[in-house]
């Protein structure tokens, strides 16, 4: 506390020896020493709280535990949470929320809100802990999918096994850099998948061996091309293709024709022979494509499919051609590949042209032949396992040919003709699948840790075996995402995958469904329509077991369903589906259904566990209480996390529809017991059903999330009427408990600071945290009737008040009990207790001020109710009393000190200083005042000032009293003492505000001492000086003056003129007045040779008119003395008794023309007259009469014979 530390005063450095109030204050911010925080106390283990016992005791317990249920549960269930890690292994803080992105991988806008929940019921405790790293519950198997289900007979797969080995035997193709070469590592895997033995593998690939080998063949589609030459005049070309293979040639044939570009329709360059029919490339099957009119950009989109004998050294080649005439190139072509040998095949390569004119114009020469557009060989060799798209650069058939542009293939080599049983069998489709579900079977037990998040990652040797088998089978990339849907799903519901995979694989069904959806054969489809609905149906039973299988506790289990219903949703929104499947139910009307299925069953599963039907009376209590527990806590999780990811996703309101079920089933679980218990209500069951009530109505808050329309139809509204005696009972009981915990609370309470950091003691704890647990119990209580919420609150407010009022009454009777040590003034417990009613005081008025009042409160919109707003002013009030009481019997043991030192500052003599005899006085508070700050907070401290000040005015004003006919130094000691105490109580605008200071008592003393301490004539002075301030507040009670006033510099006079009166008071019988005015210059020792006039006595007239002239010859320095005036005395004359007084007015000589300002003009005359009202002396004026007439000069005696004189003139007012 830092009020009154920091004194400068000059008296306190010449006289303290003692440790300074600022050298206490710089101390205690250093230490960093504090008031009481103005936040209500949780209680600890220092507090009365924590020494609870007996019958008051375990009540309060029972109510926080019901007020705390929840962090109750936290501390009672709370497992050690060691799986929540945070990046790279480290711990995740405790205190804030962690990086949710290092937990939610998957995260994405909607987790935000979801996660942010899941870390708060984590640090609340609502549900246990959020073990990001623990798996999630083991999901069931779907019908009918048993893992046995899968497992094929041992005779299908030795003939799996052989179909896989075949695949390995007779690989083509360019491996990929992810693909195993090596063919005995591929061998030794497919023995582990398919569990052989070294002789089976032996057997078998004997077997392979001897089998018959596949023939291949050469898919080509021949896309597009861009920016060919333009041949024609018109800046374009008619461009077509025209494709074969090339059979296979020696190395050293191939070194040979290097330089020259085989080519289908090759014309004989200048000065070149051809020697044989050898310089002819034989080509096989050769096809054309379609001539593109005009363009330089053609697209084709055609399909051809090439025999192959040679994989390793056939080429596919491919010229492109400017078509210059009309002859039908595919007609020749046809011929062509009627011929059957090379020598056949020579001759009509070098007719090709002629036999494609064969109708042409006559005599047709080599200047009408096609024009070369460029042309590629590509090997058969170099393409890759998994086929070639791709785009090729077009190349010259010559060093001389010029050509551009290039040309977009689609290649793949298969297989036909497979000499394998399942081939036999089966389609390639069943084949691939069945090959597949077998891989991802032993994958997937290689994959023990966190098998429940895997996401199809293959192997080496298995990718390289699917790759070889797919390709070989001629699937289509859509053919091949619907196998791999198909055995990922089935296998997902014999051991859980991971759903996101599962979603991507969706995807990939989507991107591929196009014009290849057109060829697939109806088992193909019938078999992707069962596995959606195989898959749907699984999922939906999932979704039945939703609070088993998907915890909001496990953020795993959370993820999980999340991409679960992205998979539902994908599902229903594929064009797949709504083509395979089109007469499924909407999506929406089947989760629904499940959900309410899986609600109804969970319920039940509660309702055995926990349900109290059947037991008598209160034992069916804890029961009822379990149950609606259960369901808050389930409603609550349904709303914060499965809500808004079914809404997002799935576009179901589950918690709607979970509400709905639950509240209903809730409402009729309770009905019976709950009238049963209230019919007999007895003081054992209130705590039960007040618990009961609490959580009902929070489940029934719960409703504010469902639609309006939805209101009308809830069984919940309308309970909270069965419970109202219950609730009246346990408030009535909270009242009597807190009453007797107060009691407690002081008996045990030492009135000993609790800590270092608080100047209050533990039964202030106590209180405070009494009244708070009740105000929490009010909050969560929420009665919605709002004449029963009225009538509730306002008897709360009543009790919180006088067990308010009561704590101080218990700590007055225990300090009063206490005795005083010999000689301490300051007790150290009284100023504790002073603390403790201060401390409460504010936690009361906190609290009050938090209570929720219904409407018919009354108030002002946004304050408070105006009945709590006058009880809350009464209680403070009260309060505030009850700590000035305390306060003064705190300083009653301060009075004798304090006369001491003011007596000792009286009887000093005048040789003495000032500082001097002040000193002991000031040294005495200064160490009082110590102790003080030490032990009273900010407030109470204050308090204790002002009432030391008030204290040490009445003492000085007694010493004054006892002190008559002293000299005036006496006077001037006490003046300045009382200044030296303005500064020590100011402290430099840390303490007491000068207003307050300067305020009641002070002013009486101040003026009292500044009078005495002041000369006869000085006294006189400010009589008139008080005059001139005096204002009057019945203006037109005594009437006006108009008088004019000016200084003629030249004649060194004072002229006044007398105009006018108006509105006198009537002082003779006839109701009117024989009025005249005296003017007079005052003070008179000022104007000593001034003496007074006066103007014509006026008969019968409240207004009389003067229009007289008066003149002072005075000197213009006396005029501008600060006292000099001229006063105006109203005076009716009587012709037989004394003139009576009728009024009067003064006019500051200072402020008049000539001599404030300077004359402007030649008649000072013409100026605007002064208007004066007419007033009588006040008592502020009377105060220096009173000085005066204790003095016995003669200039004093003279001025109050005087004054005396006008007063019996004046009469009755």
Same mark, same amino acid.
């Given at each position: 506390?830092?009020?009154?530390?920091?004194?400068?005063?000059?008296?306190?450095?010449?006289?303290?020896?003692?440790?300074?109030?600022?050298?206490?204050?710089?101390? @205690?911010?250093?230490?960093?020493?504090?008031?009481?925080?103005?936040?209500?106390?949780?209680?600890?283990?220092?507090?009365?709280?924590?020494?609870?016992?007996?019958?008051?005791?375990?009540?309060?317990?029972?109510?926080?535990?019901?007020?705390?249920?929840?962090?109750?549960?936290?501390?009672?269930?709370?497992?050690?949470?060691?799986?929540?890690?945070?990046?790279?292994?480290?711990?995740?803080?405790?205190?804030?929320?962690?990086?949710?992105?290092?937990?939610?991988?998957?995260?994405?806008?909607?987790?935000?809100?979801? @996660?942010?929940?899941?870390?708060?019921?984590?640090?609340?405790?609502?549900?246990?802990?959020?073990?990001?790293?623990?798996?999630?519950?083991?999901?069931?198997?779907?019908?009918?999918?048993?893992?046995? /289900?899968?497992?094929?007979?041992?005779?299908?797969?030795?003939?799996?096994?052989?179909?896989?080995?075949?695949?390995?035997?007779?690989?083509?193709?360019?491996?990929?850099?992810?693909?195993?070469?090596?063919?005995?590592?591929?061998?030794?895997?497919?023995?582990?998948?398919?569990?052989?033995?070294?002789?089976?593998?032996?057997?078998?690939?004997?077997?392979?061996?001897?089998?018959?080998?596949?023939?291949?063949?050469?898919?080509?589609?021949?896309?597009?091309?861009?920016?060919?030459?333009?041949?024609?005049?018109?800046?374009?070309?008619?461009?077509?293709?025209?494709?074969?293979?090339?059979?296979?040639?020696?190395?050293?044939?191939?070194?040979?024709?290097?330089?020259?570009?085989?080519?289908?329709?090759?014309?004989?360059?200048?000065?070149?022979?051809?020697?044989?029919?050898?310089?002819?490339?034989?080509?096989?099957?050769?096809?054309?494509?379609?001539?593109?009119?005009?363009?330089?950009?053609?697209?084709?989109?055609?399909?051809?499919?090439?025999?192959?004998?040679?994989?390793?050294?056939?080429?596919?080649?491919?010229?492109?051609?400017?078509?210059?005439?009309?002859?039908?190139?595919?007609?020749?072509?046809?011929?062509?590949?009627?011929?059957?040998?090379?020598?056949?095949?020579?001759?009509?390569?070098?007719?090709?042209?002629?036999?494609?004119?064969? /109708?042409?114009?006559?005599?047709?020469?080599?200047?009408?032949?096609?024009?070369?557009?460029?042309?590629?060989?590509?090997?058969?060799?170099?393409?890759?396992?998994?086929?070639?798209?791709?785009?090729?650069?077009?190349?010259?058939?010559?060093?001389?040919?010029?050509?551009?542009?290039?040309?977009?293939?689609?290649?793949?080599?298969?297989?036909?003709?497979?000499?394998?049983?399942?081939?036999?069998?089966?389609?390639?489709?069943?084949?691939?699948?069945?090959?597949?579900?077998?891989?991802?079977?032993?994958?997937?037990?290689?994959?023990?840790?966190?098998?429940?998040?895997?996401?199809?990652?293959?192997?080496?040797?298995?990718?390289?075996?699917?790759?070889?088998?797919?390709?070989?089978?001629?699937?289509?990339?859509?053919?091949?995402?619907?196998?791999?849907?198909?055995?990922?799903?089935?296998?997902?519901? @014999?051991?859980?995958?991971?759903?996101?995979?599962?979603?991507?694989?969706?995807?990939?069904?989507?991107?591929?469904?196009?014009?290849?959806?057109?060829?697939?054969?109806?088992?193909?489809?019938?078999?992707?329509?069962?596995?959606?609905?195989?898959?749907?149906?699984?999922?939906?039973?999932?979704?039945?077991?939703?609070?088993?299988?998907?915890?909001?506790?496990?953020?795993?289990?959370?993820?999980?369903?999340?991409?679960?219903?992205?998979?539902?949703?994908?599902?229903?929104?594929?064009?797949?589906?709504?083509?395979?499947?089109?007469?499924?139910?909407?999506?929406?009307?089947?989760?629904?259904?499940?959900?309410?299925?899986?609600?109804?069953?969970?319920?039940?599963?509660?309702?055995?566990?926990?349900?109290?039907?059947?037991?008598?009376?209160?034992?069916?209590?804890?029961?009822?209480?379990?149950?609606?527990?259960?369901?808050?806590?389930?409603?609550?999780?349904?709303?914060?996390?499965?809500?808004?990811?079914?809404?997002?996703?799935?576009?179901?309101?589950?918690?709607?529809?979970?509400?709905?079920?639950?509240?209903?089933?809730?409402?009729?679980?309770?009905?019976?017991?709950?009238?049963?218990?209230?019919?007999?209500?007895?003081?054992?069951?209130?705590?039960?059903?007040?618990?009961?009530?609490?959580?009902?109505?929070?489940?029934?808050?719960?409703?504010?999330?469902?639609?309006?329309?939805?209101?009308?139809?809830?069984?919940?509204?309308?309970?909270?009427?069965?419970?109202?005696?219950?609730?009246?009972?346990?408030?009535?009981?909270?009242?009597?408990?807190?009453?007797?915990?107060?009691?407690?609370?002081?008996?045990?309470?030492?009135?000993?600071?609790?800590?270092?950091?608080?100047?209050?003691?533990?039964?202030?704890?106590?209180?405070?945290?009494?009244?708070?647990?009740?105000?929490?119990?009010?909050?969560?209580?929420?009665?919605?009737?709002?004449?029963?919420?009225?009538?509730?609150?306002?008897?709360?407010?009543?009790?919180?008040?006088?067990?308010?009022?009561?704590?101080?009454?218990?700590?007055?009777?225990?300090?009063?009990?206490?005795?005083?040590?010999?000689?301490?003034?300051?007790?150290?417990?009284?100023?504790?207790?002073?603390?403790?009613?201060?401390?409460?005081?504010?936690?009361?008025?906190?609290?009050?001020?938090?209570?929720?009042?219904?409407?018919?409160?009354?108030?002002?919109?946004?304050?408070?109710?105006?009945?709590?707003?006058?009880?809350?002013?009464?209680?403070?009030?009260?309060?505030?009393?009850?700590?000035?009481?305390?306060?003064?019997?705190?300083?009653?043991?301060?009075?004798?000190?304090?006369?001491?030192?003011?007596?000792?500052?009286?009887?000093?003599?005048?040789?003495?200083?000032?500082?001097?005899?002040?000193?002991?006085?000031?040294?005495?508070?200064?160490?009082?005042?110590?102790?003080?700050?030490?032990?009273?907070?900010?407030?109470?401290?204050?308090?204790?000032?002002?009432?030391?000040?008030?204290?040490?005015?009445?003492?000085?004003?007694?010493?004054?009293?006892?002190?008559?006919?002293?000299?005036?130094?006496?006077?001037?000691?006490?003046?300045?003492?009382?200044?030296?105490?303005?500064?020590?109580?100011?402290?430099?605008?840390?303490?007491?505000?000068?207003?307050?200071?300067?305020?009641?008592?002070?002013?009486?003393?101040?003026?009292?001492?500044?009078?005495?301490?002041?000369?006869?004539?000085?006294?006189?002075?400010?009589?008139?000086?008080?005059?001139?301030?005096?204002?009057?507040?019945?203006?037109?009670?005594?009437?006006?003056?108009?008088?004019?006033?000016?200084?003629?510099?030249?004649?060194?006079?004072?002229?006044?003129?007398?105009?006018?009166?108006?509105?006198?008071?009537?002082?003779?019988?006839?109701?009117?007045?024989?009025?005249?005015?005296?003017?007079?210059?005052?003070?008179?020792?000022?104007?000593?040779?001034?003496?007074?006039?006066?103007?014509?006595?006026?008969?019968?007239?409240?207004?009389?008119?003067?229009?007289?002239?008066?003149?002072?010859?005075?000197? @213009?320095?006396?005029?501008?003395?600060?006292?000099?005036?001229?006063?105006?005395?109203?005076?009716?004359?009587?012709?037989?008794?004394?003139?009576?007084?009728?009024?009067?007015?003064?006019?500051?000589?200072?402020?008049?023309?000539?001599?404030?300002?300077?004359?402007?003009?030649?008649?000072?005359?013409?100026?605007?007259?002064?208007?004066?009202?007419?007033?009588?002396?006040?008592?502020?004026?009377?105060?220096?009469?009173?000085?005066?007439?204790?003095?016995?000069?003669?200039?004093?005696?003279?001025?109050?014979?005087?004054?005396?004189?006008?007063?019996?003139?004046?009469?009755?007012?």
């Amino acid at each position: 506390m830092s009020t009154l530390l920091d004194i400068k005063s000059s008296v306190l450095r010449q006289v303290q020896r003692s440790q300074s109030f600022r050298r206490r204050a710089d101390e @205690a911010v250093a230490s960093g020493a504090a008031g009481p925080s103005s936040s209500l106390p949780e209680g600890g283990p220092e507090t009365g709280v924590a020494r609870e016992d007996g019958e008051d005791g375990d009540f309060f317990s029972k109510m926080k535990m019901i007020l705390k249920k929840k962090e109750t549960r936290q501390r009672l269930g709370r497992l050690e949470v060691r799986g929540a890690v945070g990046p790279k292994g480290t711990a995740a803080p405790a205190a804030v929320y962690p990086d949710l992105s290092v937990y939610f991988p998957k995260a994405n806008s909607l987790w935000g809100p979801i @996660a942010t929940f899941l870390w708060l019921a984590l640090d609340r405790g609502r549900w246990g802990v959020l073990h990001s790293s623990a798996p999630p519950p083991r999901e069931p198997l779907g019908p009918g999918h048993a893992a046995e /289900n899968l497992m094929p007979t041992k005779k299908e797969m030795e003939m799996l096994f052989e179909e896989a080995l075949y695949t390995v035997c007779y690989r083509s193709g360019v491996a990929s850099p992810d693909h195993v070469v090596n063919e005995d590592e591929l061998f030794d895997y497919l023995q582990k998948v398919f569990g052989m033995s070294s002789s089976e593998l032996e057997a078998a690939l004997h077997r392979v061996k001897e089998a018959k080998p596949p023939a291949y063949s050469l898919k080509v589609t021949v896309v597009r091309a861009k920016n060919l030459l333009a041949k024609d005049a018109n800046g374009f070309s008619d461009p077509y293709c025209m494709l074969g293979i090339l059979i296979g040639q020696s190395p050293r044939e191939l070194g040979e024709k290097k330089e020259r570009k085989f080519s289908f329709r090759k014309r004989k360059e200048k000065g070149e022979k051809r020697n044989s029919a050898r310089d002819v490339l034989p080509a096989k099957y050769i096809q054309v494509t379609e001539v593109k009119n005009s363009t330089l950009n053609p697209v084709w989109n055609e399909h051809f499919l090439f025999e192959i004998d040679d994989a390793a050294n056939d080429q596919l080649h491919l010229d492109i051609w400017d078509h210059d005439d009309d002859v039908s190139v595919a007609e020749a072509c046809k011929k062509l590949n009627e011929v059957i040998g090379f020598k056949g095949m020579g001759r009509y390569f070098k007719q090709i042209v002629k036999s494609a004119r064969a /109708n042409g114009t006559a005599g047709a020469s080599e200047d009408n032949a096609d024009d070369f557009l460029g042309c590629l060989n590509i090997p058969i060799r170099e393409i890759p396992v998994a086929g070639l798209d791709k785009w090729f650069k077009l190349e010259p058939r010559s060093s001389s040919s010029r050509v551009q542009g290039d040309c977009h293939l689609i290649l793949k080599l298969i297989t036909t003709q497979r000499d394998t049983s399942m081939s036999r069998r089966m389609s390639g489709f069943q084949v691939h699948g069945l090959l597949l579900s077998q891989l991802l079977q032993f994958e997937h037990g290689q994959d023990q840790p966190e098998a429940y998040g895997w996401k199809g990652e293959l192997s080496g040797p298995a990718v390289t075996i699917l790759c070889h088998h797919g390709t070989q089978m001629d699937l289509s990339a859509l053919q091949l995402a619907m196998i791999h849907w198909q055995a990922s799903s089935q296998h997902h519901q @014999a051991c859980s995958l991971d759903y996101g995979y599962l979603l991507e694989l969706l995807g990939t069904i989507q991107e591929q469904w196009g014009e290849a959806a057109a060829q697939l054969p109806r088992e193909q489809e019938e078999s992707l329509a069962n596995s959606f609905i195989s898959f749907v149906e699984h999922a939906l039973l999932l979704l039945r077991q939703l609070r088993e299988l998907f915890p909001v506790t496990n953020s795993n289990a959370i993820s999980r369903l999340e991409f679960l219903l992205r998979c539902l949703s994908q599902i229903h929104s594929l064009q797949p589906f709504r083509m395979v499947c089109p007469f499924q139910n909407e999506l929406h009307v089947d989760i629904a259904t499940a959900l309410k299925k899986g609600t109804q069953d969970w319920y039940e599963r509660l309702q055995r566990s926990r349900s109290p039907l059947g037991k008598p009376g209160l034992e069916c209590l804890p029961g009822l209480i379990s149950l609606a527990d259960a369901v808050y806590d389930d409603l609550q999780a349904s709303h914060s996390v499965y809500g808004k990811l079914f809404v997002s996703i799935v576009k179901v309101d589950l918690f709607g529809i979970t509400y709905r079920q639950l509240e209903k089933m809730v409402a009729e679980e309770v009905q019976a017991p709950v009238e049963e218990l209230s019919a007999g209500l007895e003081l054992g069951s209130a705590p039960g059903l007040f618990e009961l009530y609490i959580t009902l109505a929070e489940i029934q808050r719960l409703r504010v999330y469902l639609p309006t329309k939805d209101s009308p139809a809830l069984a919940l509204p309308g309970f909270h009427t069965q419970f109202f005696p219950a609730i009246r009972l346990w408030l009535q009981t909270l009242r009597d408990k807190t009453r007797q915990r107060l009691q407690r609370a002081v008996d045990m309470d030492k009135l000993e600071p609790m800590d270092p950091s608080s100047k209050h003691s533990s039964s202030a704890a106590d209180a405070t945290l009494c009244f708070s647990q009740t105000q929490e119990l009010w909050a969560q209580l929420a009665w919605p009737e709002s004449a029963e919420a009225l009538d509730l609150v306002t008897q709360l407010t009543e009790d919180i008040c006088e067990a308010a009022l009561y704590y101080p009454e218990l700590l007055r009777k225990k300090v009063d009990a206490r005795p005083l040590a010999l000689g301490e003034a300051v007790s150290e417990p009284l100023c504790i207790a002073l603390n403790n009613v201060e401390h409460v005081r504010k936690a009361t008025g906190q609290v009050l001020r938090s209570l929720e009042w219904p409407e018919p409160g009354g108030g002002s919109p946004g304050g408070l109710p105006r009945a709590l707003k006058n009880r809350l002013l009464a209680m403070d009030e009260d309060l505030q009393r009850e700590a000035r009481n305390m306060i003064a019997h705190l300083t009653a043991k301060m009075v004798g000190d304090i006369k001491k030192y003011v007596q000792h500052i009286s009887l000093s003599p005048d040789s003495i200083q000032n500082e001097e005899a002040v000193a002991p006085l000031m040294k005495y508070l200064d160490d009082k005042l110590i102790l003080l700050s030490d032990s009273l907070v900010k407030e109470n401290l204050c308090r204790v000032l002002e009432a030391l000040w008030d204290l040490l005015l009445q003492v000085i004003l007694q010493a004054l009293g006892a002190n008559r006919d002293v000299s005036a130094e006496f006077y001037r000691r006490f003046y300045y003492t009382l200044e030296a105490l303005v500064d020590f109580f100011h402290a430099e605008g840390q303490g007491l505000p000068l207003e307050s200071l300067r305020d009641g008592h002070y002013k009486t003393l101040e003026e009292e001492l500044r009078l005495n301490k002041c000369s006869t004539n000085e006294c006189i002075e400010q009589y008139y000086l008080d005059k001139l301030k005096q204002r009057s507040m019945e203006q037109n009670k005594y009437g006006r003056l108009s008088v004019r006033c000016y200084y003629e510099a030249a004649e060194q006079r004072l002229a006044v003129e007398v105009l006018h009166a108006a509105d006198l008071i009537a002082l003779d019988a006839n109701g009117l007045s024989d009025p005249f005015v005296i003017v007079e210059l005052c003070p008179h020792h000022i104007f000593p040779l001034a003496r007074s006039q006066r103007t014509q006595v006026k008969a019968k007239t409240l207004h009389p008119v003067y229009d007289e002239l008066f003149h002072f010859s005075v000197p @213009a320095e006396l005029c501008r003395h600060r006292a000099a005036c001229v006063v105006f005395t109203v005076m009716d004359h009587d012709w037989l008794s004394t003139n009576d007084f009728a009024g009067e007015a003064a006019l500051a000589l200072s402020s008049i023309s000539g001599l404030s300002r300077p004359q402007v003009g030649s008649s000072m005359r013409s100026m605007q007259p002064t208007t004066l009202h007419l007033r009588r002396p006040k008592a502020n004026v009377k105060s220096a009469l009173r000085m005066l007439e204790g003095r016995m000069d003669r200039e004093a005696q003279e001025f109050v014979k005087k004054l005396k004189e006008m007063e019996k003139s004046m009469g009755d007012d």
